[in-house]
């Protein structure tokens, strides 16, 4: 009885390893399925909305501007953000508000991308913190589940203006 | 005829029960636990690579230790180049949140480290992509170098 039993538990061992590992192998390299909290992102994304993001262009460098993406936040590496690229390695970022008479740019350096949260009133992003690094993005959200009201796609960025033109 | 069929069925199943299991578990040890790199340049001479072009170390990344970003200063690191991300290079902490660094090479003299990000420097100072040149670095990195298996340097 007591052989059954050990057989059984390392049995449901085995299981719960290789069910985890692909668990991993699908989170890290595939996608999952995110809560998003906080109101940098309204109206695109709401307080508590649940999202599905994907890891695919991420690995293969197809991040574009006007991907909304999950990073790591620059300031906690435990704790993640979620934000939209404005701009590119290389693109040239209005740094001021546009009501400010004189404008200021600056250029996002290689390897970096420069992110602003929809809701620009209310959102820490790369105005406060300057560009992050390319390797802090973990994935792009493109398709939002809950609720189920705005279930869908994800829109197109409501500051359009903030993309500057070459 | 009827029999040769079932042993070719029996097989794939197995090939297939097999490759879900072994690929997966593969794939997540080399990710959380650890694996092997090589190290090429001379960024970190004496310490890596000391034989330089002729002969590259090769090392154990550890990435369970690093699974909650706890590094302490002198630990010796792999992370992803600020500057292209499809490359990853591997220095030394130096410092850690809060500390003032003396930079070499830096456009400011001195630089307290901000929180949430490491100062990283080769030993081979000079020679040395790092914090002397793109500044402090945001922590999330790729693992921590445990050994140098000196015997399986190549030639």
Redesign the interface.
Known sequence: MLRGALGKTFRLLGYT??Y???A??AF??VGGVVMCSGPSMEPTIQNSDIVFAENLSRHF?GIQRGDIVIA???????SNICKRVIGLEGDKILTNSSSDFFKSHSYV????VWLEGDNLKNSTDSRYYGP?????IRGRIFFKIWPLSDFGFLRDSPNGYRFSDD | MAQSQGWVRRYLKAFCKGF??A???A???L??VACVARVEGSSMQPSLNPGGSQSSDVVLLNHWKVR??EVQRGDIVS????????QKIIKRVIALEGDIVKTIGHKNRYVKV????IWVEGDHHGHSFDSNSFGPM???FKGQSKLTMEYLTFY
């Open positions: 390893i290789q985890g590992c692909i991993h192998c890290e390299y460098y790591k936040s620059p300031n906690d590496p435990k350096p290689t390897g970096h992050i690094p390319y390797g802090l | 879900f299991v690929v997966p578990v794939v997540t040890f990710d959380r909650n970003f992370l992803v180049s600020p500057k292209n991300p499809e901000p929180r949430g990000h945001q922590q999330p």
